[in-house]
DNA sequence: CCTACCGATCGGTAGG
DNA sequence: CCTACCGATCGGTAGG
């Protein structure tokens, strides 16, 4: 039987790119080394680039890939036509769901997108602004609606956003508090606030 | 008149602690160098050690700072004798104010305090997660008073310390908003919810 | 996928 | 506060 020829393969590069998320998010984008990710990889620093172009090549795939995934999944709902409120608590689930699933690609992704090169920099931000505008006219919905408080939607937007990167700190240290009590309690402090 | 012996003068010394907080804020600690930070400061990068014993010994301060500040604020807050919807508005209120008023600082003790050196690394988290404990007592009390909606304690800190930091995102793009809006907001959204 | 190695840059020191 | 410089380490390349 022939053996196969050992040209780059693509499983090969997936399993970098998984070492290489764990790492930055442990050590972040700069203190990791291409020796790191090689010893990991097991193999030398210099094989790494038979599979890859450069180390800030693997901080891009990482970003893009989230803010894709993060992209499809609003575009879906936009189409939907629940209420304002129903479409917030959507939006808040999938990122409590992506947080705990793909924890190291979305911590890295929400630290270290400043890394980036340009162009990718200027389109990373430019598609986050984007996404955060659409969302604070699903608020805006809910407002005019009077199904929403009066706030601002950006304000909203960004405290909604921030809040639900709180899940980070729960994955570190794994208390013995489930996460769905996790993602019932972020719903609920977010939708109907912390006083009774 | 003599001249006055130019030696290390605390005056300088915190000039350099400044440029430092901003330079790490915007390049993050590992990304900013001695050779930055002495050009901003007007001397050699060797000159800085007649200031400074090492790079990390300015994160050090910037963090150990920020942590008393928010020890201090907290213990004389928990000598008072209001309820604990009103101490939790304080407590909201505080985090937002030294967000405004001492960005920088903040941020990088926020962000960077990964690369403090032990035995301070350890302090650091120990004294972090000491104020977490503390803030979650006040949750608890709440709850037990009925004031607050029966959730985890721990889940609430969290959240709100995470979403007290979308603050952060205002700082950045100067927006036709007052910083007296974001805080209402954020304090109603916190307390009340977004829902009507 | 490896050995060998490069140019650049880093934090920090010596000695004035 | 400066000049001169060091040892370490980095991301990446050449050539097989």
Redesign the pocket.
């Known amino acids: 039987m022939a053996r196969p020829k050992?040209t780059t393969s693509p499983n090969?590069r997936r399993q970098i790119l998984e070492q290489a998320a764990g790492l930055f998010k442990t050590n972040g984008f700069n203190a990791?080394?291409?020796?790191q990710l090689a010893e990991q990889s097991g193999?030398?620093?210099?094989?790494l680039?038979?599979h890859i172009s450069?180390?800030?090549e693997l901080l891009r795939e990482i970003c893009c890939t989230v803010a894709n995934d993060f992209n499809a999944h609003l575009l879906q709902l936009e189409a939907d036509d629940s209420c304002a409120s129903r479409k917030m608590e959507a939006i808040i689930r999938f990122h409590i769901h992506m947080l705990l699933t793909r924890y190291n690609d979305v911590y890295v992704s929400n630290r270290d997108w400043k890394h980036l090169k340009e162009p990718w920099l200027t389109n990373f931000l430019n598609q986050r602004k984007l996404y955060e505008n659409r969302l604070a006219a699903i608020i805006q919905q809910g407002v005019d609606a009077g199904k929403f408080k009066p706030v601002h939607p950006h304000v909203a937007v960004l405290t909604i956003l921030s809040a639900v990167r709180s899940i980070e700190y729960w994955q570190r240290s794994k208390k013995a508090i489930s996460s769905k009590q996790i993602a019932d309690d972020l719903v609920m402090l977010l939708l109907k606030g912390l006083e009774q």
Chains 1, 2 share one sequence.
């Open positions: 050992q090969r990791t080394t291409m020796r193999m030398e620093a210099a094989s680039y038979n450069s180390k800030e």
